[in-house]
T-cell receptor, first 111, second 108 residues
C-alpha cells in the first residue's frame, strides 16, 4: 500500500516549456486534489476531482489543466511554464473531503 | 465566504501542553479538520470534528464548539518532533479551505 505517490519529485523547467505531473493513489479514494504551496505560505487549491472523469477549478487554476481518466490517477499539466509557477505541488486524495492524504510533493523551478 | 483565523506562531517547551486555536466563518459548516506539516514535508491529516466536544487521539486532542465557530488542537507532553506547522480547515462543498497555519516551535 503505497498511499499517494507523485512523479517527478523535482523538476527544473525553462519558461515556456510544458510538463505533466502525475499523482497516483492506491486507496480507492474518490476525491483527489492538486495544491501549490509557496515558501512560508499556506496551501492553494489548483484543481480537484470528485470522481473518475470529473474535474473542477480551484482557487488558482490559470495556467494549469488536469485530467482524471482513471480513478487512481490525477494528472496536472502546465501548458507554458512561467517563473510564477515555481512552487511545491502537492497532490492529495481522500475518502471524503475533510480527510485528505497528501503525496510527498513535487518541487518545481521555472527559470 | 469562508475564512479561518489561527495564530501565526506558538512556542512551548518539551513536556508542556499547548493549545492552537482556530475560529472560522462559513456559510455552511460540516466540520473542522486539522493537519500537521513539518518543514520540507507534506501535510498529514490529524483529526476531524463534526460534532461538539473533544476527540482524543494519543497525545493530540481536537475540540469543536459549533455555536462559537471555534475549535482548537491540544498537544500534550510536547516533544521536539512536534515542531511543525498546524493548519485548521473547513469544508466548502467538495473542497477544503485551509487556515494560514500556526507554526509551533518546541524548545528543550
Amino acid at each position: 500500500n503505497a498511499g499517494v505517490t507523485q512523479t517527478p519529485k523535482f523538476r527544473v523547467l525553462k519558461t515556456g516549456q510544458s510538463m505533466t505531473l502525475l499523482c497516483a493513489q492506491d486507496m480507492n479514494h474518490e476525491y483527489m486534489y492538486w495544491y501549490r504551496q509557496d515558501p512560508g505560505m499556506g496551501l492553494r487549491l489548483i484543481h480537484y476531482s470528485v470522481g473518475e472523469g470529473t474535474t473542477a477549478k480551484g482557487e488558482v487554476p490559470d495556467g494549469y489543466n488536469v485530467s482524471r481518466l482513471k480513478k487512481q490517477n490525477f494528472l496536472l499539466g502546465l501548458e507554458s511554464a512561467a517563473p510564477s509557477q515555481t512552487s511545491v505541488y502537492f497532490c492529495a486524495s481522500g475518502p471524503r473531503v475533510d480527510e485528505q492524504y497528501f503525496g510527498p510533493g513535487t518541487r518545481l523551478t521555472v527559470t | 465566504g469562508q475564512s479561518l483565523e489561527q495564530p501565526s506562531e506558538v512556542t512551548a517547551v518539551e513536556g508542556a501542553i499547548v493549545q492552537i486555536n482556530c475560529t472560522y466563518q462559513t456559510s455552511g459548516f460540516y466540520g473542522l479538520s486539522w493537519y500537521q506539516q513539518h518543514d520540507g514535508g507534506a501535510p498529514t491529516f490529524l483529526s476531524y470534528n463534526a460534532l461538539d466536544g473533544l476527540e482524543e487521539t494519543g497525545r493530540f486532542s481536537s475540540f469543536l464548539s459549533r455555536s462559537d465557530s471555534y475549535g482548537y488542537l491540544l498537544l500534550q507532553e510536547l516533544q521536539m518532533k512536534d515542531s511543525a506547522s498546524y493548519f485548521c480547515a473547513v469544508r466548502n462543498t467538495d473542497k477544503l479551505i485551509f487556515g494560514t497555519g500556526t507554526r509551533l516551535q518546541v524548545f528543550p
